[in-house]
């Protein structure tokens, strides 16, 4: 069995950035800085995962967490574009990845996103994708469906799970 578990997380570890693992389900993925890096998120199960780094290439970054411990702020329903975003906390390094469809039909590129990573209260990057290229599961992201059913509850009124 370790040695299972050890080969299955080398696998895991050496994926390309592009693609979740299978039997997975894609939160937010792009392409950023014209194609030369990936980012991709990914739900299975209770698991919520996040790789960065260069297409076609191990990622430079990978984080993996619990649905209870990704911070996400869900759409209001209310505005121009449906939104929501959410957060990997590493080390005292936040990864807030976010996407945004326009709701108005004539609009030429309708999806954009992106990850904004802060230490210490301070950005550090904020990366947008390129254009055409996100791919999401769309609204709402499956991970607010995960988080309640691990027990959490949003509140409006506060901004945050319970």
Request: charged content about 20%; proline content about 5%.
């Amino acid at each position: 069995m370790r040695l299972f578990l050890c080969s299955f997380l080398f696998v895991v570890s050496v994926l390309p950035a592009v693609a979740c693992p299978v039997g997975s389900e894609t939160l937010v993925s792009c392409s950023l800085k014209n194609g030369s890096r990936m980012l991709t998120t990914c739900l299975q199960g209770d698991q919520v995962s996040y790789a960065f780094g260069r297409g076609g290439a191990a990622p430079d970054l990978t984080l993996q967490r619990n649905v209870r411990d990704v911070h996400m702020v869900p759409w209001p329903g209310i505005g121009r574009s449906i939104w929501e975003e959410f957060t990997f906390e590493n080390e005292g390094t936040y990864y807030t990845v976010y996407y945004s469809l326009e709701k108005d039909p004539d609009v030429e590129q309708p999806w954009s996103g992106g990850v904004i990573v802060e230490q210490g209260g301070r950005e550090l990057a904020h990366l947008h994708c390129d254009s055409g290229s996100v791919n999401s599961s769309g609204y709402a992201l499956p991970l607010f469906e995960a988080k309640e059913r691990a027990g959490q509850v949003y509140s409006l009124e506060t901004g945050s799970w319970q």
